[in-house]
């Protein structure tokens, strides 16, 4: 099976424009999950979606935002870029029926604000 | 409620010696712990996890870990070390949330 997809590798914005990502899960799996990784904060929770419904959410602001499609492909979209959302952009994917599943990830996104 | 403590930043070992990476958790309900790995540039990747069953877990590249439900601990360890070991490790808790709550991560430095 393929792994899970992310694109762009490398992305470079300014400030206050807005930024879309793209992950593809592995076939079959329904859940995709998002998280942003930096040096201070370390590997911190966005969103989840299971069956194109948001399942939950981490502590981020409103900026930040996601969605699913029926192929259970996964966007991540963040608004008013600021330089603190510079950050490595994780997704991972799994099957999202229960809590003991492994989840798989892509090989993330590097998000570059100036 | 969950959280997982790595305690120690970073670890510094050399090559062949021994490797043991610690990870305390806190779950209101019984655990799923989960150890990941990270190398330069990449995602995470899973080593190895505990669900239910025997408390010492094998996995991937030589690492086990055994669950310590008196002590809250999901140490892991691998009896020597590789210069390929170097990594960022995480340690992972779910039971109480579909999404799994993660460790600050551990570096680990292997010296030749």
């Known amino acids: 099976k393929a792994g899970v997809t992310q694109t762009p590798r490398y992305l470079i914005k300014t400030r206050g424009q807005q930024v879309t990502l793209s992950c593809s899960p592995i076939?079959?799996?329904?859940?995709v999950s998002w998280y942003q990784q930096t040096p201070g904060q370390g590997l911190q929770f966005l969103f989840e979606y299971f069956s194109e419904t948001q399942r939950n959410k981490g502590n981020f602001p409103g900026r930040f935002s996601g969605r699913q499609f029926s192929n259970s492909r996964s966007e991540m979209n963040v608004s008013t870029l600021e330089l603190g959302d510079s950050a490595l952009y994780l997704c991972?994917?799994?099957?999202?029926?229960?809590?003991?599943?492994?989840?798989?990830f892509g090989p993330g996104t590097r998000l570059l604000v100036l | 409620a969950q959280s997982v403590t790595q305690l120690g930043s970073h670890v510094s070992v050399s090559e062949g010696a021994l490797v043991l990476l610690r990870c305390n958790y806190s779950s209101s309900v019984p655990p799923y712990l989960f150890w990941y790995v990270q190398y330069p540039n990449q995602g995470l990747q899973l080593l190895l996890k505990y669900t239910t069953g025997a408390t010492l877990v094998k996995g991937i590249n030589g690492f086990e870990a055994e669950f310590k439900k008196s002590e809250t601990s999901f140490h892991l360890t691998k009896p020597s070390a590789h210069m390929s070991d170097a990594a960022e490790y995480f340690c992972?808790?779910?039971?109480?949330?579909?999404?799994?709550?993660f460790g600050r991560g551990t570096s680990l430095i292997v010296h030749p």
């Open positions: 992972a808790v779910a039971g109480g949330s579909y999404i799994p709550t």
């Open positions: 991972a994917s799994s099957d999202g029926g229960s809590h003991k599943e492994t989840q798989y």
């Open positions: 076939s079959g799996h329904r859940s």
